[in-house]
């Protein structure tokens, strides 16, 4: 067999076919020059200016919670699957969020500090959706009916006023 035909096909060739499929490559992130890989806090977030949903999480959730909460929005629809994720520090009294047609606030400290960061009027257009915190949802069946409530209620309220 020619040494030729075993070798892998050049990275321009795997794009292109990656592209054909459909599919998005995952690139890794780079490490610093501090020799620090950058977390995902550090990044800047999108700035979009008239995003469908954002999900308003507290700082301290823990992976179980985030799963459970990440499996129900993806069951609810590609808006809500593609929902920006806000994470909430304690006490934090101001918050920096984009401004939506929806939020879904995971707790009364998130649907606070949402109330004093966003303009007024961009509230009295938004729906604003509280629901229990995510770690009461792990073994609480009223709290995940509540969750359910929510999201089938944002999921219409974004279909009727969708693009």
């Given at each position: 067999?020619?040494?030729?035909?075993?070798?892998?096909?050049?990275?321009?060739?795997?794009?292109?076919?990656?592209?054909?499929?459909?599919?998005?490559?995952?690139?890794?992130?780079?490490?610093?020059?501090?020799?620090?890989?950058?977390?995902?806090?550090?990044?800047?977030?999108?700035?979009?200016?008239?995003?469908?949903?954002?999900?308003?999480?507290?700082?301290?959730?823990?992976?179980?919670?985030?799963?459970?909460?990440?499996?129900?929005?993806?069951?609810?629809?590609?808006?809500?699957?593609?929902?920006?994720?806000?994470?909430?520090?304690?006490?934090?009294?101001?918050?920096?969020?984009?401004?939506?047609?929806?939020?879904?606030?995971?707790?009364?400290?998130?649907?606070?500090?949402?109330?004093?960061?966003?303009?007024?009027?961009?509230?009295?257009?938004?729906?604003?959706?509280?629901?229990?915190e995510p770690g009461?949802?792990?073994?609480?069946?009223?709290?995940?009916?509540?969750?359910w409530i929510a999201?089938r209620t944002l999921?219409?309220?974004?279909?009727?006023?969708?693009?």
């Amino acid at each position: 067999m020619n040494a030729q035909a075993v070798a892998p096909a050049g990275a321009s060739h795997r794009a292109r076919v990656l592209r054909a499929l459909g599919l998005t490559p995952w690139l890794r992130r780079q490490v610093g020059a501090d020799g620090v890989m950058p977390s995902l806090d550090d990044e800047p977030s999108p700035a979009s200016a008239n995003a469908d949903c954002v999900v308003l999480l507290p700082a301290t959730c823990g992976t179980r919670e985030l799963d459970l909460l990440g499996r129900a929005l993806n069951s609810a629809g590609a808006a809500l699957a593609r929902a920006g994720r806000v994470r909430v520090q304690p006490g934090e009294a101001e918050i920096a969020v984009p401004q939506a047609r929806a939020y879904l606030a995971c707790g009364e400290a998130q649907a606070h500090a949402l109330g004093r960061s966003l303009p007024m009027q961009a509230t009295a257009q938004a729906q604003i959706v509280l629901v229990d915190e995510p770690g009461l949802l792990l073994g609480d069946a009223a709290a995940k009916r509540r969750l359910w409530i929510a999201l089938r209620t944002l999921r219409r309220s974004l279909a009727t006023t969708g693009h």
